[in-house]
């Protein structure tokens, strides 16, 4: 066994679990990206924040299953933890590797000093202190292991040195791992047979159910199974967020998104249904408009990988603990003789509803309204979509208007979303476009969005990562225009416009001036051109689409249908 020093290791270690590439603010883990230039082929993305190299490593990771790579020295730790919170809401699977106060310095106001550990707690499944070169094996394997199995999520190492030197310049014997992928979902839990047959006992009774299928049917890879039990039971099946592309919107019972980010139909079948079964999913306030979607006394079947999840919310809930795969497969095997035709009456109920829903689209907003209508934007941009395309979708605005008007209807095309980091989107699909070269990433975010980490843009040209970035230019956050409505006593006056208007910019120039290609589109008949040119230029591309001030994206209520 030879002798290796840590940066040798961890280069090797990392290169042996499937590692493609890491994000980071430098200085740091000099020593182990210097190794990984001589002996790997990892791709090292040097970024302009450690916030964006968190981002970039949680994209490569909702992309691939595999966990996303991001470092920084001490000083910029605490910025790296902050930048894992959407990780950690998100239940995706990146690793923080920091470096730490030395030893002789520790609490001496050393300069830029901070203990950065403490904030590593609340925003990741483990976070460990590695002092002694001997324990950095066990250790980073450990961390892969947390990040990887039951509910994937954020591991974080702290290497000692400011910028890990500490464990990277000492030498030690050990053997590098065995090569092979660490992906999610790392182990596979069956279900219980006895959960099963309550459950299918309960579902065999349903007359209205509904299943609603979340990031953990995507975590696993069980889009064909989560359907296939829906069209044996004759059930609606909606989906979470996180779930948006486990279920082809053109399915006959596919009825969109609940909750909060909803299409209203959604909502009102949910309302109705007399059983609801959740896979893979939370069940938080998002996807449930804070538990009155479905309402509280609803009888539900939960399965999900979390016991800790399973009747959290509802009350009246059969729980199921399992991989998302394994648990469907078996649920269906025990519903071998269900009649789905003695639910054709709640499916075309179903049917209805979204029909009528999809109607009041060209009224509330014209195609060729000017300026143009967000809605118009997203439903074309689904229409205009490769059927590679991996959309990546930022929080607010634009997870609503994706959440609730793009449909993604071929089987290859993909969708993550931002759990609540405004910026989040851009570089988030840098990452994911590094990681997955055979998909076209196209992000779609706000210019409130971008603003956040504009010079990630540079990022993009430097390493001519082909993704597209779809602009919803309003030249405002206007999603805080009810907010300040109410503060201002029911009608905006005064200086409101200082709290939420921006400039009216060219961001096509922007982009050209940071060497990523610039489209600009007012009209709604220039996205198709716009799209076509975009996707088939070998290097970044912002179309900045200036769209309606006023338009804001609805919520979804707890209103019943009326009929």
């Not at 200085?27 to 190299?53: D, Q």
């Not at 460990?128 to 394997?141: E, I, K």
């Not at 994911?432 to 010079?455: E, K, M, S």
């Not at 999603?479 to 200086?495: C, D, F, H, K």
Request: aromatic residues 6%; charged residues 20%; negative net charge.
């Amino acid at each position: 066994m030879a002798e290796q020093s840590g940066a040798e290791y961890l280069s090797r270690a990392l290169d042996a679990y499937g590692v493609t590439a890491v994000f980071l603010v430098p200085t740091t883990l000099s020593a182990t990206l210097v190794t990984m230039e001589r002996e790997t082929g990892i791709a090292r993305i040097v970024t302009h924040g450690e916030k964006a190299a968190a981002y970039m490593a949680d994209g490569y990771a909702r992309a691939t299953g595999r966990p996303g790579i991001c470092m920084a020295q001490n000083i910029g730790g605490a910025n790296l933890a902050a930048g894992l919170r959407d990780a950690y809401l998100g239940s995706s699977p990146v690793i923080a590797l920091t470096g730490g106060p030395y030893e002789y310095s520790r609490g001496r106001n050393y300069y830029q000093e901070i203990e950065d550990f403490p904030l590593f707690k609340p925003v990741t499944k483990s976070s460990r202190q590695v002092f002694d070169v001997t324990r950095l094996p066990d250790q980073l394997d450990q961390a892969f292991r947390d990040a990887t199995t039951g509910q994937p999520g954020p591991a974080h190492l702290e290497l000692a040195g400011h910028t890990g030197d500490v464990v990277e310049n000492q030498s030690f014997e050990a053997p590098v791992p065995r090569s092979g992928v660490r992906r999610v979902p790392a182990i596979r839990i069956a279900p219980e047979p006895a959960a099963i047959a309550r459950a299918a006992d309960a579902i065999r009774r349903a007359r209205r159910p509904v299943i609603v299928a979340g990031g953990g049917v995507r975590a696993s890879g069980a889009g064909a199974e989560v359907v296939a039990l829906a069209e044996r039971l004759g059930a609606p099946i909606a989906t979470s967020l996180n779930g948006k592309d486990t279920v082809p919107a053109d399915h006959p019972l596919a009825i969109g998104i609940p909750g909060l980010y909803a299409r209203a139909s959604a909502n009102q079948i949910l309302l109705e249904a007399d059983l609801v079964l959740y896979v893979g999913s939370k069940t938080g306030s998002q996807v449930t408009l804070t538990w009155q979607v479905p309402p509280p006394d609803t009888l539900v079947v939960h399965l999900d990988i979390e016991p800790t999840e399973l009747g959290r919310h509802y009350p009246q809930t059969i729980p199921i603990v399992a991989d998302a795969r394994l648990g469907l497969d078996a649920l269906r095997a025990a519903l071998s003789y269900v009649d789905p035709g003695g639910t054709a009456d709640w499916v075309a109920r179903a049917r209805r509803l979204g029909e009528r829903w999809s109607a009041g689209l060209e009224e509330t907003a014209p195609r060729d309204a000017e300026p143009m209508r967000p809605e118009t934007l997203v439903s074309e941009l689904g229409r205009l979509l490769p059927d590679n395309a991996l959309v990546v979708a930022d929080t607010g605005h634009a997870g609503m208007w994706t959440g609730g008007y793009l449909d993604l209807a071929a089987a290859d095309q993909g969708y993550i979303r931002a759990a609540g980091s405004l910026g989040w989107g851009l570089p988030a699909g840098i990452g994911a476009q590094i990681a997955r070269p055979d998909a076209q990433v196209v992000v779609f975010t706000g210019d409130g969005g971008l603003f956040y980490h504009l010079a990630e843009l540079e990022t993009a040209a430097r390493w001519n990562v082909p993704l597209v970035v779809v602009v919803n230019d309003n030249r405002s956050l206007n999603q805080e225009i009810n907010p300040y409505t109410v503060a201002y006593g029911g009608s905006l006056t005064g200086r409101h416009h200082e709290l939420w208007h921006f400039q009216d910019l060219d961001l096509a120039a922007v982009a050209n001036s940071l060497g990523v290609t610039g489209i600009r589109v007012t009209r709604a008949r220039d996205l198709e051109p716009a799209i076509a040119r975009a996707v088939a230029i070998n290097g970044p591309v912002l179309i900045d689409v200036v769209t309606d001030i006023d338009a804001i994206a609805p919520k979804g209520t707890a209103a019943r249908a009326t009929d």
